[in-house]
């Protein structure tokens, strides 16, 4: 099978973009294009572009992914520490899930915005939702 492309229809044709770097800016909470400007105007709201670079950032569509990555790595984070406490040491239950408790909360507000960065970093280098068009 074979695909023909017209002209209006053509792949952009710009240099690609190193998904790694945008990555671990994206982590940082950093412009993925730049890496000098903040990525976040606020705890989770993305700028509408970055004041060093002015690279158009508003229209990324990371929606629920920060949130399901988050619980992802939070739960994965956890739940083996948890069998260990649980097994070995036989805390109360209140010490226990309270102890706990306070662990995912404080992780997840870590994380939650740094892998939030991450999607948009992803979404940048791999040019998708809008980061293809030119400036």
């Given at each position: 099978m074979?695909h023909q492309i017209d002209?209006?229809?053509?792949v952009?044709?710009?240099?690609?973009?190193?998904?790694?770097?945008?990555?671990l800016r994206?982590?940082?909470?950093r412009?993925p294009s730049?890496?000098?400007?903040?990525?976040?105007?606020g705890?989770?709201?993305?700028?509408?572009?970055?004041?060093?670079?002015?690279e158009?950032?508003?229209?990324?569509?990371?929606?629920?992914?920060?949130?399901?990555?988050t619980?992802?790595?939070?739960?994965?984070?956890?739940?083996p520490f948890i069998?260990?406490?649980?097994?070995?040491?036989?805390?109360?239950?209140?010490v226990?899930?309270?102890l706990?408790?306070?662990?995912?909360?404080?992780?997840?507000?870590?994380?939650?915005p740094?892998?939030?960065?991450?999607?948009v970093?992803i979404?940048?280098?791999?040019?998708?939702?809008g980061?293809?068009?030119p400036?």
């Amino acid at each position: 099978m074979t695909h023909q492309i017209d002209a209006a229809h053509r792949v952009d044709d710009e240099a690609p973009r190193d998904t790694r770097t945008a990555v671990l800016r994206g982590f940082r909470r950093r412009c993925p294009s730049c890496g000098q400007g903040p990525l976040m105007d606020g705890y989770l709201k993305v700028a509408d572009r970055c004041p060093v670079c002015r690279e158009e950032l508003g229209h990324h569509r990371a929606d629920d992914g920060p949130a399901y990555l988050t619980i992802l790595v939070v739960g994965h984070l956890l739940v083996p520490f948890i069998h260990v406490v649980f097994t070995r040491l036989r805390p109360d239950p209140m010490v226990m899930g309270t102890l706990f408790a306070v662990a995912a909360v404080a992780l997840s507000l870590y994380l939650l915005p740094r892998l939030k960065g991450v999607v948009v970093g992803i979404q940048w280098a791999k040019r998708m939702h809008g980061f293809s068009r030119p400036a």
